[in-house]
């Protein structure tokens, strides 16, 4: 499973904890059904705000919920599920993306799709999953080629793009395909007047999972040589954070202009998980509008001693800029009261260049230090895991799907990136709900709304 959208079940109500649950195994459900077995590998956290979407607009009736039998997923216990024509969208959408991302895969020839008969297997699932997708499309009326049609300009895209490209250039197909998804809600649910505004969120939910994913994929695509939009436009993760608070903002006032039969399940998700989201990516607990915000998106806050960029991940400078916090001489330098030099001796400060310096062998950081093992034993900085195919990661996630790990484990590898996951059932130490009690009555509760 994958996707942006990953709310924490103590951040939930028990109701709405029940409602998202009802939808992501109704999403699994509606793929098995119309798709067979395997499909129910592109099961997405994603996808399933389509069928949220439509719901929200139509109003829960007892046509909208089965019961399903015992899943492993869910522990061996039943639940209501939804199902209808918003599963069932959900369920074309996350197809046809899923078979674009498989063929990005072989056209990368990451792992073992570099091998010729596994590339054209993996092709072949990819043109079954398009044919899938558009098949129950035209059930629905709607349309798979807007969404195949932006996958492809992608990769025209993305190889013109270069240093001085506009990053919003390489993310519109992503704002186009999820756009056209979104509105399609409102056509499926009969309220063609929320076309436009869920049009609207769409296209800024896209953008932001666009930006999300190459954030996090970063230093990663570095380390492989990987083509990544930030890194190739030259964008900074300043201004990345910024366009991101921008969409979230855009997509709270889409979502006012859209009328809903019960909106609590959008509005949590989309208002306050999708910034959990961002604030998670970007590895900030705050938006971009406040004091540590302000100094990530905009620059120094004023009377910062530090100047310059701001350490961690908003930048590459060093926390105190090009010169030390104190002025161009070092704070030990022939001026001060205990000599020429450092207080500690030795010509240089405690952890200077030397043997005994952080990257030395006996320093902190160095192989012998406790940040690391002795030469020995191979020490050495840890190096990030490299991502797996899209096969093995296939083979990865059916291991995690028997053995509930995605469902019930405090934290997993994910099956592709690799990266640390949480299980979407397990407790967590978020610290209770959101504090919003599931925004009865709130108009939108996010701290950012007047700015």
């Known amino acids: 499973m994958f996707g942006i959208v990953r709310p924490c079940t103590h951040r939930l109500t028990d109701g709405l904890k029940t409602e998202w649950m009802a939808h992501l195994c109704g999403l699994c459900l509606a793929l098995r059904a119309d798709h067979g077995q395997f499909a129910r590998i592109v099961t997405n956290y994603d996808g399933l705000i389509v069928s949220v979407l439509t719901e929200a607009q139509t109003g829960v009736t007892e046509a909208d919920r089965r019961t399903a039998g015992p899943c492993a997923l869910r522990a061996m216990r039943t639940a209501p599920v939804a199902r209808g024509e918003g599963a069932r969208l959900a369920a074309a959408v996350s197809l046809v993306l899923a078979s674009a991302k498989v063929r990005d895969h072989v056209a990368d020839r990451d ?47 993305e190889a013109l793009a270069g240093p001085g490209t ?73 201004e990345a954070r910024r366009l991101a608070d921008d969409a979230l903002h855009g997509i709270r006032l889409a979502l006012k202009d859209a009328e809903f039969a019960d909106g609590k399940l959008v509005h949590v998700l989309l208002a306050h998980e999708l910034r959990t989201s961002v604030d998670r990516a970007f590895g900030t607990t705050g938006c971009s509008h406040g004091a540590q915000g302000v100094q990530a998106a905009h620059g120094p806050v004023p009377g910062n001693p530090y100047g ?38 030795g010509g240089g400060n405690p952890y200077g260049g030397g043997a005994m310096g952080p990257g030395g062998p006996g320093g902190p950081m160095g192989p012998g230090g406790p940040g690391g093992l002795p030469p020995q ?7 990030a895991p490299k991502p797996r195919g899209f096969l093995a990661g296939c083979a990865m996630f059916t291991w995690l799907f028997c053995t509930c790990q995605i469902c019930c484990a405090k934290e997993y590898e994910g099956p592709w990136s690799r990266k640390k996951r949480e299980g979407c059932c397990r407790d967590c130490d978020c610290g209770g709900d959101s504090g919003c009690g599931g925004c009865d009555g709130c108009d939108c509760c996010c701290p950012c709304d007047g700015c």
Do not use: C, K
């Not at 056509?187 to 930006?211: I, T, Y």
């Open 166 to 238: 506009p990053l919003l250039a390489v993310t519109e197909p992503t704002e186009t395909a999820t756009a056209a998804a979104f509105a399609h809600t409102a056509v499926l649910a009969g309220r063609p007047g929320n076309a436009a505004p869920l049009a609207e969120a769409g296209r800024l939910f896209g953008r932001l999972a666009h930006l999300l994913d190459a954030v996090e994929d970063q230093a990663a695509d570095a380390e492989t040589g990987a083509w990544n939009p930030l890194t190739a436009t030259g964008t900074s993760r300043a």
């Open 111 to 157: 792992g073992l799709l570099a091998r010729r008969p596994v590339a054209a297997a993996a092709r072949r699932v990819a043109r079954s999953w398009d044919r899938a997708g558009a098949r129950t499309g035209r059930d629905l009326g709607f349309d798979t080629a807007v969404l195949v049609d932006a996958v492809d300009r992608q990769t025209g895209i």
């Open 377 to 383: 034993f191979g020490g050495g900085a840890p190096q």
């Open 308 to 345: 310059g960029q701001p350490p961690g991940p908003y930048g590459s400078q060093p926390p105190y800029g090009s010169q030390p916090p104190y002025g161009a001489q070092p704070p030990y330098g022939g001026g001060n009261p205990y000599g020429g030099g450092s207080p500690y001796g």
